[in-house]
Each structure stands twice: as structure tokens, then as C-alpha cells.
T-cell receptor
Framework: EADIYQTPRYLVIGTGKKITLECSQT?????MYWYQQDPGMELHLIHY???????EKGDLSSESTVSRIRTEHFPLTLESARPSHTSQYLC?????????????FGSGTRLTVV | AQTVTQSQPEMSVQEAETVTLSCTYD???????LFWYKQPPSRQMILVIR??????QNATENRFSVNFQKAAKSFSLKISDSQLGDTAMYFC???????????FGPGTRLSVLP
């Protein structure tokens, strides 16, 4: 059973709309991440956070923004959606103690901008 | 730069047969962790197996085992007695000790044929 939850699971939205993708985890993990997964399935890190009030941009430039006001919540916002934002977005979290435990992933949000 | 290469974009195997997925990586660090993740179609990405680089013994998890060759920077995944449920994208990843974020490979799409 997943301990990290993403909503919505699927979203179709018109160009220019503002959207927020939700991600919540119940494991108390300090580190959280957003990945964009392209049609070829490759993963690109777009945002990450090491704790409350900590956010950083990832390797892939993204027009989205994130916030981390609570440990368990890491929403991603697009102020004005465009067709180029169509993709799958994966949220993940990990513990701070050591890197050996790996990531826990959410089920993803598949976004289509028309 | 730290990179992960998976040279097989797609593979197929007959049910009950054995298949090996290749992964090579590049890092100048000596302490790191290696992972294989599985992403079934339209489902959550889950951890299959992990390996600590300072351990010479290859990790095994039921039907999944790895062949870790540190000098060659190779980390292949062997799936024995393949099952239809093994059909998925498989991602190789690593993170250096005290590193910031994971480095993922581009993935290998595995199809298990009945």
C-alpha cells in the first residue's frame, strides 16, 4: 500500500489554466522530489526539497513552482498550463538518514494540456 | 559528471525463462548505493533490489539478483523464472554517499511473453 499519495491521478486541462498537483506522504520523510517523465519514460528531476521551507530546482528547467510548508505536503503548481507541459509527474520521498534506503514513489499524475 | 547507461531500450523474454538487464554507471566516488526500480504499466514505481557498493556480495531478492562489478562500474539485473507480472519499465539508479539526489538511467522496457 502506497504511503505517498498523488492527486489527481489523471488531469486534462485547457491552455492557460492554473493547476496544482498534490503530493502527500505519511512516512515523515524530510526529502521530497518531483520528477517529470517524458513519453520515452526517462525521468527528469524538476524540483526537490530537503525539509520545510527548503526548495530547489532540479536538473531539468521547469516553469512549475513548488512549496514545502509542511513536512508531509509538497505540491507542484503551474501558473499557466501549456501543451508542452503534457507529461507524467512523479512525486517521491526519502529519509534523511543515509542514502541506502532509496526513494518511495507516488503513483503519478498524468497531465494533458489541450 | 555522474551518469547511468542502460543500453537495452527494449527486451522481451518468454515466461519462465531468465533475462538479464544491463546497467553501467559512471562516478568518481567510491561509496555509493545502486538500485533497480520497476514501473509496471500505469502503476507505481517500486524498488526491486539495492546494492551497497562497499559490499562485494551480490544482492538477491527472491527471483531477482544482481551482478555487481565495481571495477567495471556494471550493475546488471537478472530475473529468473520470468512471470507475466514482471512486464514493466526497469530503471537502474545510484546515489553517492552523502550525495544529494539519485541519478537514473533511461530505462529498459521488458515484456514477458506467454
Amino acid at each position: 500500500e502506497a504511503d505517498i499519495y498523488q492527486t489527481p491521478r489523471y488531469l486534462v486541462i485547457g491552455t492557460g489554466k492554473k493547476i496544482t498537483l498534490e503530493c502527500s506522504q505519511t512516512m515523515g520523510h524530510d526529502k521530497m522530489y518531483w520528477y517529470q517523465q517524458d513519453p520515452g519514460m526517462e525521468l527528469h528531476l524538476i524540483h526537490y526539497s530537503y525539509g520545510v521551507n527548503s526548495t530547489e530546482k532540479g536538473d531539468l528547467s521547469s516553469e512549475s513552482t513548488v512549496s514545502r510548508i509542511r513536512t508531509e505536503h509538497f505540491p507542484l503548481t503551474l501558473e499557466s498550463a501549456r501543451p508542452s507541459h503534457t507529461s507524467q509527474y512523479l512525486c517521491a520521498s526519502s529519509e534523511s538518514r543515509g542514502q541506502g534506503v532509496g526513494y518511495t514513489f507516488g503513483s503519478g499524475t498524468r497531465l494533458t494540456v489541450v | 559528471a555522474q551518469t547511468v547507461t542502460q543500453s537495452q531500450p527494449e527486451m522481451s523474454v518468454q515466461e519462465a525463462e531468465t533475462v538479464t538487464l544491463s546497467c553501467t554507471y559512471d562516478t568518481s566516488e567510491s561509496n555509493y548505493y545502486l538500485f533497480w526500480y520497476k514501473q509496471p504499466p500505469s502503476r507505481q514505481m517500486i524498488l526491486v533490489i539495492r546494492q551497497e557498493a562497499y559490499k562485494q556480495q551480490n544482492a538477491t531478492e527472491n527471483r531477482f539478483s544482481v551482478n555487481f562489478q565495481k571495477a567495471a562500474k556494471s550493475f546488471s539485473l537478472k530475473i529468473s523464472d520470468s512471470q507475466l507480472g514482471d512486464t514493466a519499465m526497469y530503471f537502474c539508479a545510484f546515489i553517492v554517499n552523502y550525495g544529494q539526489n539519485f541519478v537514473f538511467g533511461p530505462g529498459t522496457r521488458l515484456s514477458v511473453l506467454p
